[in-house]
C-alpha cells in the first residue's frame, strides 16, 4: 500500500516537474531528482589536520608522538577506553555518529582519517 503511494507521489512530482520545464523530457527531469543524493565528502587534507589535532589536544598524548601513522596504542600510549574518548571527540569534531562496530575498528590516526573522510555525513 505504502508503495502504491510513492510510486504516485514520485510519478506526481515528476509531471510536474516537465510540466515546469518546457521541452523538458522525463529523464532530464529525474536527472533533477538525482542531485539531491549527490554526496559531499570533506577534503582528505582538510580530515588530517583536523583529525590531527583532535588528538593533539587530547590530554593524554604526547604531541611530538602524533602523525598521520600513529596508532593509538602502540604509538601515543591510550588504552582502549581512551581511544573511545578519542573516537567520541572525533565524533564530536565532524559532526557524526560513527557505529560501535567501525569505532572498534579505528586504532590509528590513519584509520581515523580514512573513516572519515569517507564519510559523506562527516562536516
Not at 587530547?58 to 581511544?83: H, I
Not at 586504532?107 to 559523506?120: D, F
Request: aromatic fraction near 4%.
Amino acid at each position: 500500500m505504502l508503495r502504491a503511494v510513492a510510486s504516485q507521489i514520485k510519478q506526481g512530482v515528476v509531471a510536474r516537474l516537465c510540466a515546469q520545464q518546457q521541452g523538458a523530457a522525463g529523464p532530464a527531469a529525474l536527472q533533477l531528482l538525482r542531485g539531491f543524493a549527490e554526496a559531499s565528502y570533506l577534503d582528505k587534507g582538510q580530515v588530517t589536520d583536523r583529525v590531527l589535532n583532535v588528538v593533539k589536544n587530547f590530554e593524554k598524548v604526547d604531541v611530538a608522538k602524533v602523525g598521520p601513522g600513529a596508532s593509538f596504542q602502540k604509538d601515543l600510549g591510550l588504552d582502549s577506553l581512551d581511544t573511545v574518548e578519542l573516537v567520541m571527540a572525533l565524533e564530536e569534531e565532524f559532526a557524526i555518529e560513527i557505529p560501535d562496530s567501525e569505532a572498534d575498528k579505528i586504532l590509528s590516526c590513519g584509520e581515523a582519517i580514512s573513516y572519515i573522510a569517507s564519510n559523506p555525513m562527516a562536516r
